[in-house]
């Protein structure tokens, strides 16, 4: 695997060095653009500033709506997709700058934070154009300060490592709206129903029940973030819920919004 030092396929990037260990830099991407899986040599603050990607690494997958921003460590293996355009704005970190910082041990995982208004102001702001050595020096120190807030998202998925519960998963990512009954799932991947039930529990820390409907709610993120003129009702629908409030209420559980709110529509 080699290290990337910025990922291809950009619409249009530009860099902002500050100086003082850590780089900007602002990418546009267009809906369909996929990040292979690379890695760099310095820790990574990813954020889209409008459009949703989708961010994976051997922990897991998280969908990354405009609302959330994902922390990469260094060296760490992700790959990215891009569900919708997006203006990325990416804040690069030396190790020796988070050492410097005493953040080094407290940011060795990758992680997704809800982006305060705050932290969004502060990633924005780094972006305007004003380039002031001490004000750029405060905000970046800000926007790592706000990192404080980081949560285990719920539009992660977490992926087992266990072969046959990964071939489970694997099913379920394949067709997230379809029913999947455990008993059928654990005879396709050679096992009982109780041994998948627990290694889905042991694995992922969610119960199978659980994690499949992290699994559905991903797949209307997606839907919605692609496709704008799909409705809540069809949504719903395909999605196997038994009527919109049932939908609206498992979206809201897991995203913080309704399907109406997480796409702007009126």
């Given amino acids: 695997m080699s290290i990337a030092e910025t990922p291809i396929a950009a619409i249009r990037a530009s ?13 546009r991407y267009k809906k369909g653009v996929r990040l292979d899986t690379h890695m760099h040599r310095e820790a990574q603050l990813v954020y889209a500033a409008r459009g949703t990607m989708q961010v994976t690494t051997p ?16 060296r ?13 704005r990416t804040l690069y970190f030396d190790l020796a700058w988070l050492q410097r910082e005493a953040r080094s041990e407290s940011l060795n995982s990758e992680f997704v934070v809800r982006v305060s208004p705050l932290l969004q102001q502060a990633i924005l702001a780094l972006f305007d154009g004003r380039d002031k050595p001490k004000r750029t020096e405060l905000l970046i120190k800000l926007a790592i300060l706000e990192l ?17 519960c990964r071939r489970a998963a694997d099913i379920v990512l394949g067709d997230p709206t379809a029913l999947h009954e455990i008993e059928a799932l654990a005879a396709r991947v050679g ?27 991903a797949a209307a993120v997606e839907r919605l973030s692609v496709q704008a003129d799909v409705s ?28 109406t709110e997480f796409a702007d529509k009126e």
């Fill in 148 to 164: 404080h807030h980081a949560e285990d998202s719920a539009t992660f998925i977490p992926l087992p490592r266990e072969p046959r």
């Fill in 59 to 74: 922990k897991g997958r998280w969908l990354v709506p405009p609302d959330r921003a994902v922390w990469v460590p260094a």
């Fill in 15 to 27: 860099h902002i060095a500050t100086g003082d260990g850590v780089h900007l830099v602002a990418r």
């Fill in 191 to 217: 096992t009982s129903a109780r041994t998948l039930s627990r290694l889905f529990s042991s694995e992922t820390q969610l119960s199978f029940k659980s994690w499949c409907q992290r699994a559905r709610i």
């Fill in 76 to 88: 760490l293996e992700h790959a990215i997709d891009v569900l919708a355009d997006i203006e990325m």
């Fill in 232 to 259: 809540v009702k069809q949504l719903a629908s395909d999605l196997g819920y038994a009527s919109v409030p049932a939908f609206s209420h498992a979206f809201r559980r897991v995203t913080g919004k309704t399907p």
